[in-house]
């Protein structure tokens, strides 16, 4: 599977709303809506898996959902560990994008994400539908890849040791103006903040940049876009979003740190600084 990210450069991460309806009736691939559950059962791509479970998180977790609750649920979706994924949302790729890096956390790595997602997809006039499928079940087998991810343990021990972090936050999160209800405000010591958005082109469609302009726009923020980084935010959904504008460029050794700000932010030994 492939499709263009811009006339100029395209990245296999990403696909094409022309493509999808192009392959929409192929039953090589599980489609998934990453949108709010009550959105998707109003209106969605035909033949579009929901999620009712928000982000993967585990049940009372900060974390991602551990692995036999994910694989009961992707074997629901009709999946197999070979069989490709992609996966679109109403919200700027951002919780496609989290959909992405869990099912790379769990070892499936043929996942691509529809550019301009659902949006786009309605401003063309393409097909919707309150239809719900009902997949036969597949049979998916997890193998963690802790590579993916970063926990609050290690992130600690790397702390102004000269690695790459990245904070996606807004700026009033960034400045510590906005708490999110966490106990202290503030930020993770020698972290680059750059706010997610700005890698997407305006509304209405919120597609990505093209890469040579996501490259200039990481590295005038400070971000070596070739080296290793640790990106986060407040529950590891907009962390996650930018490990996977880092593998548009190609940098696989980058990571999301899952727990966040969430809960950096809510334990009592963590460093901040404001």
């Not at 070979?82 to 769990?106: C, G, K, M, T």
Request: aromatic content about 10%.
């Amino acid at each position: 599977m492939s499709g263009n990210l811009n006339s100029d450069e395209h990245s296999p991460l990403l696909v094409s709303t022309e493509w999808l309806a192009d392959n929409l009736e192929s039953s090589k691939f599980v489609l998934i809506d990453a949108g709010e559950f009550v959105a998707y059962r109003r209106a969605h791509v035909p033949g579009a898996i929901g999620l009712s479970h928000p982000y993967l998180k585990g049940r009372g977790s900060k974390l991602v959902m551990d692995s036999d609750q994910f694989d009961n649920l992707a074997s629901s979706w009709g999946l197999s560990n070979e069989q490709p994924v992609v996966v679109y949302d109403d919200n700027a790729s951002l919780h496609a994008a989290r959909i992405w890096w869990v099912l790379r956390y769990f070892g499936h790595k043929n996942v691509r994400v529809v550019d301009g997602g659902l949006n786009a997809w309605i401003a063309e006039n393409r097909p919707l539908t309150s239809k719900i499928p009902r997949p036969e079940p597949g049979e998916f087998r997890s193998v963690i890849d802790n590579t993916q991810v970063c926990d609050i343990t290690e992130l600690k021990s790397l702390v102004g040791t000269g690695t790459q972090i990245w904070d996606t936050r807004s700026n009033e999160e960034w400045d510590g103006t906005e708490s999110r209800g966490n106990a202290r405000v503030g930020r993770i010591p020698g972290a680059i903040h750059f706010e997610w958005r700005h890698l997407l082109e305006g509304p209405p469609f919120r597609r990505f940049r093209s890469l040579s302009e996501i490259r200039r726009i990481l590295n005038e923020a400070g971000i070596d876009v070739n080296a290793p980084v640790i990106s986060y935010c407040q529950a590891g959904i907009r962390g996650a979003f930018g490990q996977f504008a880092l593998a548009l460029l190609g940098n696989t050794e980058s990571r999301n740190y899952d727990g966040s700000m969430d809960e950096w932010a809510n334990e009592e030994d963590t460093p901040l600084e404001v």
